[in-house]
């Protein structure tokens, strides 16, 4: 008996993703017969002072430096292109190697390795509780961890390494702030109320914050979130990201145990072709 492949049924899916970072997802979402829908929630922005890259890469030529932990492609990305501008490149490569990289998810490990830099430690779960998890059998005690990361990133790892006593720094090599498109916003509206979008994938924490923030003059936040509600399908991936979602009143309907994509994508077709 041969299997059939699960489709999403021509079903309409909103991704939340920055901008630069939607192609892969609405590709997958093409191949399973769904029609892919960019609602960015997140803009991508350089940031201008360069001095705490430099920093951390002379921390890194002495020798200071024991662990690094990657949440993001992103984070990679960008700490690679600061270290271009400042004419370090290929020490940050040479020197990145004598210090335990962690790597959180596939993906960026992938772009690592791309770029010559082995990954020691992929964890399991991709949640600052997984990553200190993972860390539990070795001895973090006045260790320096170094996270390369937005601006607006989440300090519950931060917190959670630094009561295991690590000594923790994180550079921010990117910031992370609300699109402004007005376009974008009342088209994304007017679609949601006519039901003209099936599910909407919430990939960060951030990217549920910054969706109730991008609309704020537009729709009051019970009025979002009815309209979500009533309308769509929401899939978070992760619990962060499903608890931040409950806390704005939504109902999460998905989150797959893999926080990935595709594997949000995936989930969405089950659900579709069960139902």
């Known amino acids: 008996m041969v299997r059939e492949t699960l489709s999403l049924k021509e079903k309409i899916i909103a991704i939340t993703r920055p901008q630069a970072q939607t192609e892969e997802t ?22 201008s002072d360069l001095s705490p890259v430099n920093n951390f890469l002379r921390e890194l030529e002495a020798g200071r430096v024991d662990y690094i932990i990657f949440m993001s492609v992103n ?24 210090s335990f990289v962690i790597a959180v998810g596939p993906r960026t490990a992938e772009e690592l390795k791309a770029n010559g830099i082995k990954v020691n430690l ?27 990361r937005t601006s607006a990133a989440n300090p519950v790892l931060k917190e959670k390494l630094k009561e295991r006593g ?34 909407l994938i919430f990939g960060s924490a951030l990217s549920v914050k910054n969706l109730f923030n991008m609309f704020s003059d537009y729709i009051s936040v019970e009025e979002l979130r009815d309209l979500l509600n009533e309308k769509i399908t929401i899939v978070a991936i992760g619990p962060v990201t499903a608890e931040t979602a409950m806390k704005f009143g939504l109902k999460v309907e998905l989150t797959p145990q893999t926080q990935l994509f595709d594997e949000a994508i ?10």
Not at 123 to 131: F, K, L
Not at 175 to 198: M, W
Request: aromatic share 6%.
């Open 266 to 275: 995936n989930s969405l077709a089950k659900h579709w072709n069960c139902n």
């Open 75 to 98: 984070g990679v990305k960008h700490l690679l292109k600061i270290a271009e501008k400042l004419k370090m490149l290929d020490t940050l490569k040479q020197e990145i190697q004598k």
């Open 122 to 148: 992929i964890p399991a779960q991709y949640t600052s509780e997984s990553i200190v998890a993972n860390l539990k059998s070795l001895d973090i005690t006045n260790k320096t961890i170094f996270i390369p």
């Open 166 to 199: 690590a000594i923790v720094r994180e550079i921010y090599v990117y910031e992370s702030s609300v699109p402004t498109d007005k376009k974008i916003k009342e088209k994304f509206l007017q679609d949601a109320r006519n039901g003209n979008i099936h599910a």
């Open 26 to 47: 609405a590709e997958i979402i093409r191949q399973k017969g769904g029609v892919p829908y960019f609602i960015p929630t997140i803009e991508i922005r350089d940031v």
